[in-house]
């Protein structure tokens, strides 16, 4: 295999454009790796509900990866979680505490009594 270095001059200009394609590269390989903190960070933004089942875990898991280490105290914890999460919903909660517990917390139940 045959190893070569190719040598050219250019000019101020081309120079300049180099530099701005180099930029703009490492640019794109940055927001490649922001990548869905980005959509983390819009939700929390925009406070939208956001609704799941039994998503005390799923939570954890996205704070701890895209918004800050999880705080060992509970209330910290809470407080954390309100600041990303402003509006949550988790429907086993609700389906396992009154007035909505009727004999279940499986979603499909609920659905076969409610439509």
């Known amino acids: 295999k045959e190893r070569y270095i190719l040598i050219s001059k250019v000019d101020d200009e081309e120079r300049k454009r180099r530099e701005q394609e180099k930029v703009e590269k490492e640019q794109e390989e940055l927001n490649d790796a922001v ?15 956001v ?12 704070i701890h990866q895209f918004c800050c280490p999880l705080p060992e105290d509970l209330n ?9 999460f ?10 396992s505490t009154q007035p909505f517990k009727v004999f279940s917390v499986i ?8 439509l």
Do not use: C, Q, W
């Open 86 to 95: 402003p509006r949550l919903l988790d429907t086993k909660l609700m389906a």
């Open 107 to 114: 979603l499909r139940h609920y659905y076969r009594i409610f």
């Open 76 to 84: 910290d914890f809470k407080e954390v979680t309100m600041s990303v």
């Open 51 to 62: 609704v799941g089942h039994n998503m005390l875990l799923d939570v954890m898991h996205t």
């Open 35 to 49: 990548g869905f903190s980005r959509v983390i960070h819009a939700i929390s933004k925009s406070a939208k509900l």
